[in-house]
């Protein structure tokens, strides 16, 4: 029971190590907080991304994904349009100045994990995350 503890602590540390080291590099570089890029990024994965594909992606609460939105629509970095599915959403797609700050970002983060991440068999480590969220996913425990 211990070992699996001790992995879990060692697992958080090294996500919370890897996240300050992304944020500070992509803060110095484009201004941003690294969570301002996430929801940029997952803006850019989704054609029609509403405010709640950003929240489920992201696993946080609508409210934040739609503050994090107006902040990044604000700095001119993303933009609203109206819905035509659904007149109760938006479509919020990224600005000619947001896509700048994504590659710029991304190029910044893979130089560094190129460094934090050297040795890893990122092959092994991606199937074993992938793993972790499938065992939460299918026990019904999702918190």
Same mark, same amino acid.
């Given at each position: 029971?211990?070992?699996?503890?001790?992995?879990?602590?060692? $697992? @958080?540390?090294? +996500?919370? $190590?890897?996240?300050?080291?992304? #944020?500070? &590099?992509?803060?110095?570089?484009?201004?941003?907080? /690294?969570?301002?890029?996430? @929801?940029? &990024?997952?803006?850019?994965?989704?054609?029609?991304?509403?405010? #709640?594909?950003?929240? *489920? /992606?992201?696993?946080?609460?609508?409210?934040? =994904?739609?503050?994090?939105?107006?902040?990044?629509?604000?700095?001119?970095?993303?933009?609203? +349009?109206? #819905?035509? =599915?659904?007149? &109760?959403?938006?479509?919020?797609?990224?600005?000619?100045?947001? &896509? @700048?700050?994504? !590659?710029?970002? *991304?190029?910044?983060? =893979? =130089?560094?994990? !190129?460094?934090?991440?050297?040795? @890893?068999?990122?092959?092994?480590?991606?199937?074993?995350?992938?793993?972790? *969220?499938? #065992?939460?996913?299918?026990?019904? !425990?999702?918190?």
């Amino acid at each position: 029971m211990t070992a699996d503890i001790d992995t879990f602590s060692h $697992l @958080v540390r090294s +996500q919370i $190590l890897l996240w300050n080291a992304c #944020n500070e &590099r992509v803060k110095t570089s484009t201004g941003l907080p /690294l969570a301002r890029f996430d @929801v940029l &990024r997952t803006v850019e994965q989704l054609p029609l991304c509403r405010v #709640n594909d950003i929240a *489920e /992606l992201m696993l946080i609460t609508v409210g934040a =994904a739609s503050k994090l939105v107006d902040r990044l629509e604000l700095s001119g970095y993303l933009q609203r +349009q109206p #819905n035509p =599915a659904d007149s &109760r959403s938006s479509l919020i797609s990224l600005t000619s100045e947001g &896509r @700048v700050i994504v !590659k710029q970002a *991304e190029h910044e983060i =893979a =130089a560094l994990l !190129k460094t934090h991440l050297s040795g @890893v068999d990122q092959h092994a480590l991606n199937n074993t995350l992938a793993l972790i *969220e499938h #065992n939460i996913h299918t026990s019904g !425990k999702k918190s």
